[in-house]
């Protein structure tokens, strides 16, 4: 799934099941709630904090949770997140061509 055919995907998700779109300002919330969860299965899974019962585990969940609703917002504002990726790794080609290959910290 291309990252356009996932934007219209959740679309027609909200148009059939979700009534409407919640605020950009509570999907600006919800995103950073989601990022929350995480980061909590990450710190547990991959840091020194060990998991409680019953807690999710999966980070690829909460990953999709982060995409879904940065979907939403990128529907919401009319952000082609196709074309904005496509920008955004040019930038950074650009910026970092050499940047990271010249960093002895990455040695």
């Known amino acids: ?3 356009q055919e ?3 995907a959740v679309d027609q998700w909200i148009r059939t099941y979700g009534v409407r779109y919640f605020s950009e300002l509570t999907n600006m919330a919800v995103l950073t709630e989601e990022v929350g969860e995480l980061a909590r299965v990450m710190s547990r899974r991959y840091g020194d904090q060990s998991f409680k019962p019953g ?3 999966d980070p690829a969940d909460e990953m999709a949770d982060v995409l879904w609703v940065l979907l939403c917002l990128a529907n919401q504002t009319g952000t082609d997140l196709t074309e904005a ?4 790794l040019d930038k950074k080609t650009r910026r970092d061509a050499t940047r990271h290959l010249n960093n002895e ?3």
């Not at 990726?85 to 955004?88: A, L, P, T, V």
Request: glycine letters at 0%.
């Open 6 to 8: 996932a934007q219209e």
């Open 55 to 57: 807690e999710p585990t």
């Open 85 to 88: 990726f496509r920008r955004n």
């Open 1 to 3: 799934m291309t990252l």
């Open 105 to 107: 910290k990455l040695r």
